[in-house]
């Protein structure tokens, strides 16, 4: 298992490398940081533009937060973007997506930074293959609308399927090695340990960064 340092020195060394203008797809193991590089990419995008935008105007990400809550940055639209307690978890998933490229087309505002975090998520394996043909399908609008598209999943459908331009693993596989990786059992509670710990060492981290 990798230390805690460790797995902040891997999330540093992405957001190092992760580049505007192109398709990516992140993988890590639960509680190897991945959510806080959701939330840090903009520093990275920004630094890229040579501009000063806040998060919510460099980034649009797709994640159970914001598919589960409000998307305070859209206003009134915020809706759009929500999952409903009648709607199936899958069509959630698959209707934030559409909405995204929708609204950013149609609304012509300025250019974002899109993240798309585990949109696999209560998708069976037809439809993660399908979200993966329909991202696919969109790349000629993410060039033209985006700033680029992180794509953060679990799902092997995707990683195969996605025609990206860069591939990461936080644990420092290759794209094979993920894909053929041998699937080992983790106990949750020791995986709930484990993010308890890096949690608090992200906090006193960071804190001690800002002193």
Not at 65 to 90: K, N, P, Q, V
Not at 94 to 108: A, D, L, M, S, V
Request: hydrophobic share 35%; aromatic share 10%; with cysteine.
């Amino acid at each position: 298992m990798r230390t805690n340092e460790e797995k902040y020195e891997a999330i540093c060394d992405f957001l190092d490398k992760v580049k505007i203008n192109k398709i990516t797809v992140l993988t890590g193991d639960n509680a190897s940081g991945k959510s806080l590089i959701r939330k840090l990419l903009w520093q990275s995008v920004c630094e890229q533009t040579n501009d000063d935008r806040k998060p919510s105007q460099a980034i649009i990400d797709m994640s159970m937060e914001r598919r589960t809550g409000s998307y305070a940055s859209l206003g009134a639209l915020s809706g759009m973007f929500r999952d409903d307690s009648w709607i199936a978890t899958s069509v959630a998933s698959i209707r934030f997506i559409e909405n995204i490229t929708h609204y950013t087309e149609e609304k012509q505002i300025d250019k974002r930074y899109i993240v798309f975090d585990e949109p696999e998520v209560g998708c069976g394996e037809e439809v993660q293959l399908g979200i993966a043909n329909f991202i696919n399908s969109k790349k000629e609008y993410f060039e033209k609308y985006t700033l680029g598209v992180l794509i953060i999943t679990h799902s092997k459908h995707i990683v195969k399927n996605v025609e990206c331009d860069e591939f990461f693993n936080l644990e420092g596989k290759t794209k094979e090695e993920w894909l053929n990786r041998k699937i080992v059992a983790k106990d949750p509670i020791e995986l709930e340990k484990e993010a308890d710990s890096f949690f608090i060492f992200l906090r006193d981290k960071l804190t001690s960064s800002k002193a």
